[in-house]
């Protein structure tokens, strides 16, 4: 939305102290965010008028002219290519310094010096689109020039005080008044500065204008639930022309191109008022009936953009006694638009209920700045006043029109007045600082409020352009009076407030600690990755797609799942990352989400319904160019060192993966915790990675983090350590050997490998295990006589129970 | 017992022949002579042996002792002024650096902003990021139709559900649970239905905060997060507050922050203004306060809705969002 500063002075006298960079910053501190502050005469700087006293040829290029151009002091030489350029004719000369755009297309450059063809050139002979004034002045041809011979101009004036663009535009994000119909017209704005800066605001002019009864015009609205108000005008005589001056400008102004006289009037008063209007072509009316009603399945319209829309099943739709002629709110038909003949046509001004504009413009994917101000609930009330502003602007645009109908009004405002009991003490229990009473009564008044005050309490009488949906609660009239007194000026202090018992959150704490462990112990790096699955890797994981849940509208077709598990994001980001890197760790903490079972979370109140369970992955990929075996051990590591680290008892069992080698399943108890394993070769483009993963219910987990950990005395009597190497079967696993070990007596404290190995030496089949045995009593210093012993039993079971030999 | 002490005296001579170094030297120091060595370990047989042969085995074994000791002293001496010149080596290589992974730029911001809001016993919560439309929009004043619901653009899911597209989504949820007084942060993740550049992501990381109990006002909300936010930035900031519609508050505002990188003087980043936009915020909206199951006219609060991926760029000075989600490690060894 644009505003434009000298449209609002028609109704307030801005204080002159105040530049625009201030009124902007004061509109965004008070009201709406100011996206850019726009000086016409600044863009048009150095741009003056000039007449061509003298043409001649260029000597170097034919289609170039060398002309002698008074600039009001002076007499320039400037080489121009104009189609339309003539001796004596007014133009405008662009001067060292302007701002153009070559053509009319790409960026604003500044205009220096030049030497066209060998020619020096003292500036330029501007087309309209090369100083943005193409919407202005419609040219025919890009070779034509601006043409000033019929404006009352002499050269050296500069162009923006020629033509009177010395206007000032302000910017504004409309998503910052999509809760404000009143600020999409130049008078809710001007009210808002008159708020602002103390300023007297002019009631807004309506008058009252002399009708005949020539045109019957009837109005029936058959859905009053979509349809609040729709007032209609049937004027005679007119004349399809080009608007005058000052219109084409004001609307130029505000980013609206001007295209007649009719259109043009309707837009400004939109642009006014904020009420959009539409304009008929009276001929195709038929019986000048207008009827409001609803689109039924199947039907279509051609909206006066030429596209032919399949409408939704209740669309609202303007018809007359045959067709339909204007999608409500929206847009309007091809078949009833103004044309260069029209001579009658009918007004609308209505007011139609916005969840049904914004519904059907949404279903057609047609949005207009019609329904952008319909779509905010637009107060009823505005119609009139609006329907009345645009004909008597007709009748003074057309001066042989007249108005030939009754106005025809047909009301259903379902908009009650809103008057709100707001006590002094909200007022300033929100603020946290006393307000004066005078203070906010100021405030109110200047936003049109009706204000009493008594018992130290304000009566307050919502304005009609404030109640159809902005203004309903006494909050709302502490925020009108805490932005225009700014909240810049509230004292500010830290809440005092009663100490609350803290509240300890495993998860949370959990995570917290896990990352840094992972991070900063063992070197794993934290990836975030996309809350979604490409369904490539569902198929490569052999995952079940009726787990995953579907998106309805995804981005792309490779986001088209929730994720079950981290893993496919993983092993996507490990495969980009093997670009750059052999190895590597990384992990990732997030959500990840299963359609098929219930989670923990209720839908609404009732606290019936369930979303899917949506709990915490802990997942890690380890990836490395070393054997398969050193890669799984590392990980195997990881978990053994994760579990005693949180001090949890866990076993694993081997399971079996669709995509992994050597796979296993970690459980505390019976509970699941998790998985860890090998991925399978050649899943990955890369061949040679060989990729290690582990992934754990994380909500699982730490649930059964054990705090207790309680501190064993140190030993008081020295251990002895000795080592031992055995040739086994290589079917033979370590664990086995271990646990018979282990099971042997209660001095063996502890059996650890170091070495293993296979090769001819040992011989076929064999390998080779070397290990350290601790031995240590809690009783008495062992002697190397007891030890003895205890190396030839361990010998003994490892020869019976695995043929052992040793080395 | 008397060959193991002349076996132990050999083997003593021939490995104190191969000594080079210090270290070495210690090594058979504690070997042969140490208070668990091989001498003492024999030593500590003589107890046990028969009553004639002790003051025999005894003596030797104290002369061997002696000999050994005097030796070792020699050796030493020898070894130690040989030492004084210390091996040389070249000190300028690098060191021996630990390899140590990292975590991710949103997480430590993340966490900063939590530790700063846990000191102002504020508790940190965490909750669904598939939502119903319910918590989502309606419990937050955002019926179906209202315009609100198009600045947020959504990802539906199957089964009437979506992802949420703020963490807005757990104000009314952590109401309904634990009432008032209640003063909360929830960091996560949320989603816009958009398509991404480097400046776009439908993927980002919020932290909404929400605290209400008696009397909270303006003036609180302000002062908070100027607190908090000089913490999170190890520095005093200054902040201002601007309207700003959001259907779940009421007055509903922009918060600024000062640019730091001009500090309010004006540059490219804050468009000449000295500001940047950092968070929308407000007074909860007491429909909201209903749906949350509490008294209006007893309660009143303020929540915000910190952009912590935004906060995360401007803090590292990331110019494309979407190294925050690539999982690049050439991005992520950086922090």
Known sequence: MYLSLNWVKNWLKLPKDVDNKQIALDLTMATVEVEEVIDQAEALKDIVVGKVKEIVKHPQADRLQVCQVDTGESVEKIVCGGSNLSKGMLVAVAQVGAKVRWHGQGNWVTLSKAKIRGVESQGMIAAVEEIGLGDLFPSRSETEILDLSGFKVKPGQPLSQALELDDTIIDIDNKSINHRPDLWGQYGLARELAAIYHLKLKEYPVVDLTTKNQIKLKVSVQDKANCFRYLGWAIKNIKIEDSPWWLKKQLQAVGLRPINNIVDVTNYVMYELGQPLHAFDARQIKDAHIQIKQAKKGESFITLDGKRRKLPEGALMISDSQKYVALAGIMGGQNSEIGTDTTEIILESANFRAASVRRTSTALGLRSESSARFEKSIDPLLAETAIKKAAQLILSLCSESYIASKLVDVNNNPFKEITLEVPESLINQRFGAVIHTTDIKGILQRLQFGVEHRSKTFQIKVPSFRATKDISIPEDIVEEVARIYGYNNIPYQLPQVVLQEPIFDVAYQGAKDIKKWLAWAQAYTEVYTYAFTDIVWVEKLGFDLKQHLKVKNAVSPEQSYLNLSLLPNLLSKAEDNLRWFDEFRIFELERVFDKRSRGAYHTDQSKKKFLPVQEKSLAGLEVSSYNSEQVFLSVKGLIESLMDYWNIKWQSEKIKLPYANHAFQLKHQDIILGNFGLIKDRLLDDAKAKIGFWQFDFALLVKYINFSKRYQSLPKFPSIRRDMAVVVDETVGWSDLEKEIINISSLIRQVEPFDVFTGQEIGANKKSLAFHLEFRSDDKTLMAEDVDQLMKDVLKILEKKFQAVLR | ?335
């Open chain 2, 1 to 335: 017992m008397e060959k193991k002490l002349r076996e132990l005296k050999n083997r003593f001579f021939s490995e104190l022949k191969t000594v080079r170094d210090d270290d070495f030297l210690a090594e058979l120091k504690i070997k042969y002579l140490g208070r668990k060595g091989e001498l003492a370990s024999i030593l500590r047989g003589v107890k046990d042996l028969a009553v004639e042969e002790k003051p025999r085995v005894g003596q030797l074994a104290n002369e061997i002792k002696k000999e050994l000791l005097e030796v070792f002293g020699r050796t030493e001496a020898i070894i130690k002024k040989s030492a004084i010149r210390p091996r040389n080596f070249d000190s300028s290589l690098p060191g021996q650096r630990r390899e140590i992974g990292h975590l991710h730029p949103s997480t430590i911001v993340q966490e900063e902003i939590e530790e700063a809001f846990a000191k102002l016993g504020f508790s940190i919560f965490d909750g669904p990021q598939l939502e119903s439309d319910y918590y989502n929009f309606t419990a937050l004043n955002i019926p179906e139709d209202h315009p609100a619901r198009d600045t947020q653009d959504t990802f539906w899911v199957e089964g009437k559900n979506l992802l949420r597209t703020h963490t807005s989504n757990l104000q009314v949820r952590m109401l309904e649970k634990y009432g008032a007084p209640f003063r909360g942060i929830f960091p996560g993740r949320v989603f816009r239905y958009e398509s991404t550049d480097a400046s776009h992501e439908h993927t980002f990381y919020q932290t909404e905060g929400l605290m209400v109990d008696r009397n909270i006002n303006i003036g609180n909300l302000i002062a908070v997060m100027q607190s908090l936010l000089s913490a999170v930035f190890h520095k005093k900031v200054n902040v201002r507050l601007r309207p700003g519609f959001f259907p779940f508050v009421e007055p509903g505002f922009e918060m600024d922050i000062e640019c730091f990188i001009c500090e309010g003087d004006g540059c490219s980043v804050c468009k000449q203004s000295g500001w940047v936009e950092l968070m929308p915020c407000g007074l909860v909206h007491p429909g909201v306060l209903k749906a949350g199951g509490l008294d209006p006219e007893e309660y009143s609060g303020f929540a915000f809705g910190l952009g912590l991926t935004r906060l995360v760029m401007m803090k590292y000075r990331i110019n494309d969002i979407r190294l925050l989600q690539s999982g690049d490690l050439r991005f992520l060894k950086q922090f």
